[in-house]
């Protein structure tokens, strides 16, 4: 049983727009983070949040972890194409979300 | 080292044949993790532990996987008589804090 829904699956735009992913689930975690994955590489960490409520900023990228810390969101402004990959929600009982596979276009 | 370092990068098995998985954690970090990765998105957690204890076995396959990690030497992922589904990327991640966790760079297994 997969716990984490990630949405969208896929997002494909054009250099410079802005984007939202989200990560939801019917369970509360006590943390959630944000990887990205590139082609041939594993997942690397972006951030964790772990307060409800809590913002994270992380240049063009904004990370919220919902009030009741069941869901999550992750908001890229103006993006680029070195945003190009896999982005994955992880929550503390060690389980990936399904992943939103972004491709960003000069 | 400073990194997760995976071996092999590639392995082919024929179907029925054992595979075998490496992973030397970052020094340091007492959890180990080992997931699988299939069709380029899903990651489906396998089991981790913390040294050479096992802390999570959930995800592990009842049958034909099993992993140790032994003091002084690199993780272990065993496959015994491999099957076409278990094509895929197997990666192992390292971690001193937990949730937090450092990757490598994966094992691509392909099963012929």
């Not at chain 1, 810390?69 to 908001?75: F, N, Q, V």
């Not at chain 2, 392995?11 to 490496?22: C, I, M, S, T, W």
Request: glycine share 8%; aromatic share 12%.
């Amino acid at each position: 049983t997969q716990l984490l829904e990630q949405s969208p699956q896929f997002l494909s735009i054009q250099e410079g727009e802005n984007l939202t992913v989200y990560c939801n689930s019917s369970s509360v975690f006590s943390s959630l983070q944000w990887y990205r994955q590139e082609p041939g590489e594993g997942p690397v960490l972006l951030v964790t949040v772990v307060t409800g409520g809590e913002v994270k900023k992380l240049k063009r990228l904004t990370f919220q972890f919902g009030d009741a810390r069941k869901d999550s969101s992750l908001h890229i402004t103006a993006a680029q194409t070195g945003d190009t990959g896999l982005y994955l929600c992880r929550a503390d009982k060690l389980i990936f979300g399904t992943g939103t596979r972004l491709q960003v276009f000069p | 080292g400073e990194e997760v370092a995976q071996t092999p990068k590639h392995l082919v098995r024929g179907e029925g044949q054992k595979a075998k998985l490496y992973c030397a954690p970052i020094k340091g970090h007492s959890y180990v993790f080992w997931y699988q990765q299939v069709l380029k998105n899903e990651f489906k957690f396998l089991i981790s532990f913390q040294n050479e204890n096992v802390f999570d076995e959930t995800g592990m396959p009842k049958e034909r996987f099993s992993a140790k990690c032994l003091p002084n030497s690199p993780c272990s992922l065993e496959i015994q008589a491999t099957k076409l589904e278990d094509s895929a990327v197997y990666f192992c991640a390292s971690s001193q804090i937990l949730p937090e966790a450092f990757f490598g760079q994966g094992t691509r297994l392909t099963v012929v």
